[in-house]
């Protein structure tokens, strides 16, 4: 469906606008996006692709909220955080143990894009204690880094949920730490409880370290 240098005169932006719109509703459907980039469109013509390029730019920050979906469901959440002087250490470069804590805030964030805030969560009788955690460090960050710290679910079982990490430097792309973390849910007496059924439906499972397993 193109529109070549050769159209009939007149004709050219009233079928610029139904491609508008095709592209539109197309960016609105689940796997639209995925359709509309493999799309290809020779050089020199206007067609569905240009515009698809067009619409995917000025939709992206709408839709994706820095995070990924797929049939309408999230696969993962990317956090992002800036490293300040005081994370770093004597080495110049940031403290592992802050990786636990940017885990956390990431998680947390996570959480708050699915609808489900964790301090409701808690109102209602829920704790997610860690039960074990690790990290594999694989770059440094330094100072005023900007960060992506990208959170997935990756296993949900009766009473846990285990989640993965994979930190970026948002300029480069360059992978510095992966990690993961299994949480219990348990009341206020530390007694395991079923995982909420809220919690169970919005979750998606995804691994981000598949390749690592």
């Known amino acids: ?55 995917l730019g000025l939709s992206f920050t709408c839709f994706s909220s820095g995070r990924e979906r797929v049939n309408n469901s999230m696969e993962y959440y990317d956090f992002e ?5 005081g994370d770093t250490d004597k080495l110049g470069v940031s403290y592992y143990a802050n ?56 296993e949900l079982r009766k009473s846990s949920i285990r989640f993965e990490y994979q930190v970026f430097e948002k300029k480069t792309s360059k992978l510095l730490t992966t990690g993961f973390s299994l949480h219990v849910f348990v009341d206020k007496n530390f007694r395991p409880v079923r995982i909420p059924a809220e919690i169970e439906k919005a979750v998606t499972c995804f691994s981000l370290l598949q390749t690592e397993k």
């Not at 609105?28 to 067609?47: D, F, K, T, Y």
């Not at 955080?81 to 002087?85: C, N």
């Not at 969560?121 to 694989?138: M, R």
């Open 81 to 85: 955080y800036r490293v300040r002087y």
């Open 99 to 154: 990786y636990f804590v940017w885990f956390e805030a990431a998680r947390t964030e996570y959480f708050r894009a699915l609808g489900l805030p964790y301090t409701e969560c808690e109102k209602k009788g829920y704790f997610l204690p860690v039960a074990e955690t690790s990290a594999k460090y694989l770059a440094p960050s330094t100072y005023d880094d900007l960060l992506i710290v990208r959170t997935s679910v990756n």
């Open 1 to 55: 469906m193109l529109l070549s240098r050769h159209a009939v005169p007149g004709s050219k932006p009233v079928l610029l606008m139904g491609l508008l719109f095709i592209v539109f509703f197309l960016g609105l459907l689940p796997n639209g996006r995925s359709l509309l980039r493999r799309c290809a469109v020779p050089s020199g013509e206007i067609g569905l692709p240009m515009l698809a390029q067009v619409w």
